[in-house]
Each structure stands twice: as structure tokens, then as C-alpha cells.
């Protein structure tokens, strides 16, 4: 299994530019997570998703989208990039009804908002 | 959802044990203990998890108090590739697996 794969791993956007970090894992995990860490933090909740078709908002979900059509892919969506989204973005997933407890997580992608 | 307070920073030295002390005074009786670890440009990796009883794996130990209002991690033999930020997170059983993470505790190893 590749586990949890996010592209890009780096990206740079100017003010007001949009882009689609994606996310996908091969485990066939119901749930999965975006998470955003800013330096020297924690990781805080964007967006979850239980299901495809099903997603719900985390602590900070202002100024991103998601989507589920699948169970592997949870893309987030930025539509109109501002500086304070200049983070460290990652995707996780974990398979909740067969008792799972870990979250496994992707390598990251570190976006730069100038 | 519930809090845990952990020091900023820890040091230790190679090939001596490791504790890392969590508390979480106001965890609820369904609320599990799950230390993550972050390795540098990494993302987040699982350790270990308990409800009650000490938990042990080919990682890590978890030692948790009987009132369950702390706990501590234990390496029982730190090496280089330990370094890490280490977070003590409570999750709601009940809830969407969403876990809330704090700063941690960045272990630093020494050689």
C-alpha cells in the first residue's frame, strides 16, 4: 500500500490565486481529515469527511472547500489564496467502523501565499 | 473537548529512558489517550493509545495514573531518530475520531 499520498509537495500562489491540494489513500478508510499546521504549532482541523458524499467542517474551515465523490480522494480547494493560508497542509484517514484507532498521515504539502 | 498540558521541551540523553508527562485533568470516562509523534518535515505519526490500563508496544509505553487525570509516555531507550515533537491528544470515542493536537513536547536527543 502507498498509504496516504498528497500533491504537490510544495507550492507557491500569489493574493487571490485558487488551487486543489489532493489527497488520496489506498486503504479503503472511510474517514479522512485535512489538517493545517502553522510553524511552531499543532495541527488544526480544516475538513472530515465520514464517507464519500459526506463532509463536515473542522475548527478552521474558512476560505477552503472540500469534496468526496470517492472513498480515496479528499481534494481541499483554496478559491481565493490569502497570506494567513501560508501553512503546512495534511491529509489523514483512518478506518473507523473496523475499530480503527490510528490516523495515518500524508507527507504534507507547504503552501506559500506572496 | 478536553485539554492536555504538556512542557514545551524535554532533553535527553542517547540509550537512556524517556518520560514524557501528559496531563488532562478534566478527560472524560470516554476520552482515550493517543500520543502522536512528528518527526521533522513529517507528518504526524501514531505511537500508542490507552482507556485505563498501561499499554505497551514495540514503541512505546503508556503509563496512565488510576484517576486517569495524567499520564506519561515512556521510551524506554531513546536513540537519535526519537527526536521528535510529541503530542498528547484526547479522543472522544463518541465523536468523528477528530483529534485536537496542542504544541506538544519537542524531545531533543543527545548524542
Known amino acids: 500500500n502507498a498509504g496516504v499520498t498528497q500533491t504537490p509537495k510544495f507550492r507557491i500562489l500569489k493574493i487571490g490565486q485558487s488551487m486543489t491540494l489532493q489527497c488520496a489513500q489506498d486503504m479503503n478508510h472511510n474517514y479522512m481529515y485535512w489538517y493545517r499546521q502553522d510553524p511552531g504549532m499543532g495541527l488544526k482541523l480544516i475538513y472530515y469527511s465520514v464517507g464519500a458524499g459526506i463532509t463536515d467542517k473542522g475548527e478552521v474551515p474558512n476560505g477552503y472547500n472540500v469534496s468526496r465523490s470517492t472513498t480515496e480522494d479528499f481534494p481541499l480547494r483554496l478559491e481565493l489564496a490569502a497570506p494567513s493560508q501560508t501553512s503546512v497542509y495534511f491529509c489523514?484517514?483512518?478506518?473507523?467502523?473496523?475499530?480503527?484507532?490510528?490516523?495515518?498521515f500524508g507527507p504534507g504539502t507547504r503552501l506559500t501565499v506572496l | 473537548d478536553a485539554k492536555t498540558t504538556q512542557p514545551n521541551s524535554m532533553e535527553s540523553n542517547e540509550e537512556e529512558p524517556v518520560h514524557l508527562p501528559c496531563n488532562h485533568s478534566?478527560?472524560?470516562?470516554?476520552?482515550?489517550i493517543h500520543w502522536y509523534r512528528q518527526l521533522p518535515s513529517q507528518g504526524p505519526e501514531y505511537v500508542i493509545h490507552g482507556l485505563t490500563s498501561n499499554v505497551n508496544n514495540r514503541m512505546a509505553s503508556l503509563a496512565i495514573a488510576e484517576d486517569r487525570k495524567s499520564s506519561t509516555l515512556i521510551l524506554h531507550r531513546a536513540t537519535l531518530r526519537d527526536a521528535a515533537v510529541y503530542y498528547c491528544?484526547?479522543?472522544?470515542?463518541?465523536?468523528?475520531?477528530?483529534?485536537?493536537f496542542g504544541t506538544g513536547t519537542r524531545l531533543t536527543v543527545i548524542p
Open positions: 489523514a484517514s483512518i478506518h473507523r467502523d473496523r475499530g480503527g484507532f490510528e490516523q495515518f
Open positions: 478534566t478527560i472524560s470516562g470516554t476520552d482515550y
Open positions: 491528544i484526547l479522543r472522544d470515542v463518541s465523536g468523528a475520531n477528530n483529534l485536537f
